[in-house]
């Protein structure tokens, strides 16, 4: 068996707590040899401001470069919050993304049966949803310059950011998603603003291009931002793939994700690229931060991050199975009723967070 070798980065906050669930996972697994991977741990975030004055250190992202993938849990909290900006935990996130040339973020939105009435929306409207957003993580308006905020004079200012989008940063990010939907249902949308930004003309034109040239197997769509947040609302299970930029995909992706009722459930990827169908390295992690108000308490909902880890199987290590095995375990525990105190309803029976991680691993056990 192949030996994979992954960096853990648990971070701050519950990322530590959620963490710990996994790395229980992960040695279940090597023990019984269902996979061979080696983990390094190292800090980000706040504690490694803590020890080392900064959020992430060279040494740390040279390390990360060399992994197959790369596994976080969290990083802030209010400790660091009057740090200046570019001191804060949060850059070393940014930095790992940027140095690692992340662009590619899936996040998916699924919706489980058990927690249907989490969500805000009526149950039919998103009973059986399964939708992937792809958004681009290191172009657009969160990186274009000029920018700043200039003083006018007179009292008054003037705040600027620019949204720029070269046709090599749009190609790349949608051969991801093109690879992806080949591997789904074959339907991608790709969402802009063509009708009123250059930037979206430019995205329309190269996505299309490439689509009919290397993908003409693949049903894509076009829609408008503003357009795709209603529908994600009136209609979501029309969409499978959704792709997108880094502005809109921020938004986008918090609206599809909330769907499904949880910020504990949401799992999410940043890959390199794609070659030869095969993702290059990835960093996986919850979409959730690093919830300081229930941090060391033991009810932290471990499952977005064990979520990330089934997703770093699937598209990192190409373990379809096994990646399938985790997620159907995840299932099983809620239907049986177990829940944390997130999810938590009144006909279920509470866990903390280590109990949830045993009766999954309970529940792959059954089926390895
Ligand atoms: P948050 O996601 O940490 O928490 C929002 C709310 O959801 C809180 O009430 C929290 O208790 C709850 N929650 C989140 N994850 C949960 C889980 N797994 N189980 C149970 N409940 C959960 O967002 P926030 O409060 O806005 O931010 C807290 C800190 O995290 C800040 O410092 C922020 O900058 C940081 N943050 C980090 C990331 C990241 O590391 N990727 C993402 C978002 C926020």
Redesign the pocket.
Known sequence: MDKKKILILP?????PE?IDEVKKIIDFLNKKKTINIEIEEELV?GACIDKFKVPVKDETIKKAKKKDAIL???????K??NLPFDE???QG?LRLRSDLKLFANLRPAISFDSLIHASSLKSEIIKGLDILIVRELTGGVYFGEPRGIEDLGNGKRRGLNTQVYSTDEIIRVAKVAFELAKKRKKILTSVEKSNVMESGKLWREEVKKLGKSEYSDIDLNHMYADNCAMQLIRDPKQFDIILTDNLFGDILSDAAAMLTG???MLPSASLSGVKNGSYLSGLY??????????AGKN???????ILSFSMMLFYSFDNHKLSQIIDNSVKTVLNKGFR???IMDKKSQKVGTKQMGDLIIEEITKNI
């Open positions: 971070g701050d906050g519950i990322g959620a975030g976080l849990g969290a990083v802030g909290g209010p660091w919050d804060r935990p949060e996130l949880s910020l504990g992690e919850p979409v959730h931060g690093s919830a300081p108000d229930i009810i932290a909902n471990p499952i977005a991050t944390t105190e997130d």
